[in-house]
């Protein structure tokens, strides 16, 4: 799963690439580019190579419950085209992040730690163990392993590493090298990252094809795959090195591409590396197709919608219903140089709001908190501001069978009970949904609920101003890197007046949102957290009690329940997917009940527009966009609309 948000956007995401971590065990692998998406990388472990205890059996691919669409001998992923030329460039921007990114800037090569602000695509510079099949739920398949073992226990993995495999400088790249990564990251990479590996115990290499990884008991179902889809650094290289500092010096990588030119705060090109070592492995054929990727950086997404028109940008994604309306009709779209395109997104859309950071004390009793979620006119916002394109959401599971709908299961109910009158009695009937207004902007009925709910919380109207229980006026603060949803938050913030309440927006750059929201320094925040088709370790960072008190988490609401806690050790602990879509709709039900965040909305599709200059396979991968990572570069095409 994936978790963050997109800049100056309706449709705010995935970490979480929407600002990403390592969610759902592989998610940082579904990124919406299409490519591989890995985590940092870390230190070596116990001095005493380990022997790898009994093993089930080596197996070509892992997935999280055994599931594998694919063959030992595929000869590549079905949603490629294996003939795809090489050559030619694709320039974007960043639509998503993981790790330190931010949308505005860069000022480092290094988006696995803390410091600074990561370079965007910087992950194509690094092979992983194993790489994503995108159109299956999590399967993973050999990269630099060709292999992998699982003991009985589920507590020892053995990868048998491809002798081929290699650096950019040529020299190879060894199981001492996987085995020093895993443990750096675990020890300084970020701490979204670190957290999620958390329960690796160990990892070592017996010889130079051999990696054993060690996992502490009761470790996450997910975290085999988190590890395989971790970067791989080369050892020699930081041993001499600092890892957690901020650089513009371009590291050594083994991925299908290096760093070329760039220009920090601007742009950053990636040239394809000719002799790749793995470009013929299955997992690789018919994509990593453009001689070169180039992303630019714009401190406003119009200016980049302008970048995009003038050909700077030559792919994008759209996630403004205003601009897809009325931003696409100058020459090029009208003669037809440029494409626009819809296609079906059918991953889980997760959830998007504005979430109340209730470590504060004034978001802390669940009836303001409700209180504040009817102040919101989504019917009005939908119709008058984004052209009636989106739906409301109402679930942590939107667009998945894990969406919580009508009373609970009784399988769920087992989840569920031990827990009651501890959460609120609504987890035990028809989940919440925000409920539907008049379309207004000021729905009556809604405000007398909110007025009376914010009352029985014990806050007092005096004059204009409403008082908390504690004396103080309410005074709400959103922070945001971008204005971008000042309009959408006018009918809430109206209403909010007209009670009392005194909202403001807070406008700070990329650099200083980031600081804010790493130390919870806010109010309320906008955020879409992305789930995987299987989720994972991720829900502990973005909902777990842990995950509230640490720095840099993706627990932006600061949500600390122990019945949260127990349901997400039951998605964890699910040995089917039954299991799991039963214990994440437990897991939805008790975290709707509580109010966190004011749904916004979502659709479950993606804008495309590019210039036309472009080829792609027949059909898209189902849980990833797939573009612009298996489209390639049209010769034809590029000279035919002058862009060749």
Known sequence: MVVGRRPGAEDRGTTVKRRAVLAGGAGLLATALGWKRHAAYAQTAAPTPAVPPAAVGEHHGLSTFGELKYPADFPHFAYVNPKAPVGGAVSLQLSSTFGNQAFDTFDTLNAYVLKGNGAAGVEVLFDSLMSRALDEPDALYGLVARTVSTAEDGLTQT??????????????????????????LKEKGHPLIAQTIRMVDGAEAPDEATLVVRYAKGRSRDLPLTVATLPIFSKAYYTSKPFEEATQEPPLGSGAYRIGRFEQGRFIEYERVADYWAKDLPVNVGQNNFARLRYEYYRDRQVALEGFKAGSITFREEFTSRDWANGYDFPAVKDGRVKREEIPDETPSGTQGWFFNTRREKFQDRRIRDALGLLFDFEWTNATIMFGVYKRTSSYFENSDMKAEGPPSADELKLLEPWRGKIPD????????????????????????????????????????????????????????????????????????????????????????QRRTDEFDYDVVS??????????????????????????????????????????????????????????????????????????????????????????????????????????????????????
Not at 433 to 443: E, H
Not at 459 to 473: H, I
Not at 551 to 574: F, K, R, T, Y
């Open 159 to 184: 990868f048998r590493l491809r002798p081929e495999a290699r650096f950019h400088d040529g020299s190879r790249l060894t199981a001492q090298d996987a085995a020093f990564s895993i443990m750096l």
């Open 426 to 513: 609504e987890a035990f009937g028809a989940p919440f949904v925000p409920p539907v207004t008049d379309g207004s902007g000021q729905d009556r009925a809604l405000l007398r609920r909110a007025d009376q709910l914010l009352r029985e919380a014990g806050s007092k109207r005096e004059g204009n101003a409403l008082r908390l229980p504690n004396g103080q006026p309410f005074e709400i603060e959103f922070l945001d890197f971008s204005g971008s949803l000042q309009p959408h938050a006018g009918s809430l913030f109206k209403n909010m007046k007209l009670l009392g309440i005194e909202p403001r927006f807070r406008i700070v750059d990329a650099a200083q949102y």
């Open 527 to 644: 955020r879409r957290y992305g789930m995987s088709p299987t989720p994972g370790e991720g829900l502990k960072l973005m909902f777990g009690s842990a995950s509230a008190k640490t720095p840099g988490s993706s627990n932006v609401a600061g949500v600390q329940d122990p019945a949260v806690d127990a349901l997400i050790e039951a998605a964890l602990a699910a040995d089917t997917r039954a299991e799991l879509t039963t214990a994440c709709r437990a897991l939805d039900r008790v975290l709707r009940a509580g109010r966190y965040w004011i749904p916004m909305w979502y659709k479950a599709s993606h804008w495309l527009a590019y210039w036309d200059m472009f080829g792609k396979p027949a059909a898209k991968p189902k849980y990833a966009r797939g573009a612009p990572g298996t489209w390639w570069y049209d010769e034809a095409k590029a000279k035919r609309i002058g862009k060749a």
